[in-house]
């Protein structure tokens, strides 16, 4: 054979090993593709992908936050004897966020039907420990929210509000079935138990998101316009009750519309949002922030406002409308009702706390010890919000081709199916 032919020869490779490149090719680019039916191809494309980056915008954005607020926690929390690192707080968030980030993923895998028991057996754990708080917990800065022993310390009315948005839209689903059930006055109970309870703490931001929570649920089943109005009647009584007999209500609502004091937290957020301008001072480079209680937790708004400027601020509060927008596009030809309201609850409790705490910073609300969901500072607040995203990844998972097919069954006991 001559060296011409036996290159030739070496070039072309076998027809087996041509087979084996051709199929392991094909392999790889159908994996996670339109013809790959593995589970996690088929979570891939019925996950709202866009919905999912908009909370990963949101989690980074909450690391560069708690990095630019750690070093005015960790100046306050050192002492003589313990200094503690400037990042500790983020090094910390870190670690939650890279915890809560497959869990949320974790949760977005299950079924709707698998996702909704674990929603409501975990809402019953939840509400089991937070029974116990009053009994055995942790006091931190005057209030009693916290349960457990060092690092495994979590606060149950954090992982109980997206729990009880699904198990509240589970109990008003029921009425579809069956109109006679006593659903309503069963809602009633619960949300009330749940009031008693976190007031007892004191945790009245806690208290209106879930009664929040009730209220866009009950409105989004079809509560008549008579009894909302009731309702709404009732919800601002019941904040003129607070002022005259809860005195931490009193004593915030009093610091918010007069000022001053240890109290004029508000005031001080206020000016630190306001202090960077359009574009801020830049990272680390802001001074109002050590003045601030809570700059890592409550006020982080406002260290962006300071350090970031109040464009980053708007950007940031378009990015909270979008989730909103988008979930709600996703529900428009749902015709489940629970996963409607299920929904619903969720977004209403995710986008209430995100604008009670942008309120409070721009001093359009009195304090409320509200976390910013995602952003601030917070383990449980982490790990609760992943787990309610998950939840509401899982709900509004959807087959982008079944209602696109031409030949679609109808089979009772499994809804419709493409033959």
């Not at 909704?116 to 005057?142: D, H, Q, T």
């Amino acid at each position: 054979m001559s060296t011409s032919e036996q290159n030739a020869s070496a070039e072309t490779p076998r027809p087996e090993i041509a087979e084996a490149i051709k199929k392991k090719r094909f392999q790889l680019e159908s994996r996670l593709g339109r013809s790959d039916r593995s589970p996690l191809a088929i979570w891939f494309w019925e996950l709202d992908r866009v919905l999912l980056g908009l909370i990963l915008t949101l989690v980074a954005i909450g690391l560069i936050a708690v990095a630019a607020a750690s070093p005015v926690t960790a100046m306050k929390q050192s002492t003589a004897a313990v200094t503690i690192e400037p990042l500790y707080y983020f090094y910390r968030q870190l670690g939650w966020v890279v915890i809560g980030v497959p869990l949320m993923l974790v949760v977005s895998m299950l079924p709707k039907e698998q996702a909704r028991r674990f929603a409501i057996l975990a809402a019953i754990g939840a509400l089991v420990l937070l029974f116990l708080v009053p009994v055995f917990g942790k006091s931190v800065n005057g209030a009693q929210r916290w349960i457990g022993y060092g690092f495994a310390t979590v606060q149950p009315g954090e992982f109980l509000k997206p729990l009880y948005a699904v198990t509240l839209a589970w109990l008003l689903s029921l009425r579809v079935k069956d109109p006679a059930l006593p659903v309503i006055s069963l809602s009633v109970i619960l949300t009330g138990v749940i009031a008693v309870l976190l007031m007892m703490q004191p945790n009245l931001g806690q208290t209106i998101i879930f009664c929040g929570i009730w209220f866009a649920v009950m409105t989004v089943s079809g509560l008549s316009a008579r009894l909302i109005g009731a309702v709404s009647i009732a919800g601002v009584g019941s904040l003129f009750a607070a002022y005259f007999l809860y005195p931490v209500a009193t004593q915030r609502i009093n610091a918010w519309l007069f000022g001053g004091g240890e109290f004029d937290q508000v005031m001080l957020a206020h000016k630190a949002l306001t202090g960077g301008g359009l574009l801020g001072t830049g990272p680390g480079l802001g001074t109002a922030k050590f003045k601030l209680p809570e700059a890592h937790t409550d006020y982080i708004f406002s260290v962006i406002g300071e350090e970031f400027g109040l464009l980053a601020c708007i950007a940031i509060a378009l990015v909270y409308l979008a989730i909103i927008v988008r979930v709600f596009l996703r529900l428009l030809d749902e015709e489940d009702n629970f996963i409607i309201l299920a929904v619903s609850g969720l977004t209403a409790q995710f986008g209430g706390q995100a604008l009670i705490n942008m309120a409070v910073n721009l001093q359009l609300f009195p304090s409320k010890g509200m976390t910013l969901p995602f952003i601030s500072y917070g383990g449980s607040s982490i790990l609760a919000l992943c787990i309610g995203v998950g939840l509401l990844l899982a709900f509004t998972r959807r087959n982008p081709y079944l209602d696109r097919s031409q030949y679609v069954s109808a089979w009772p006991e499994r809804g419709r199916m493409p033959i």
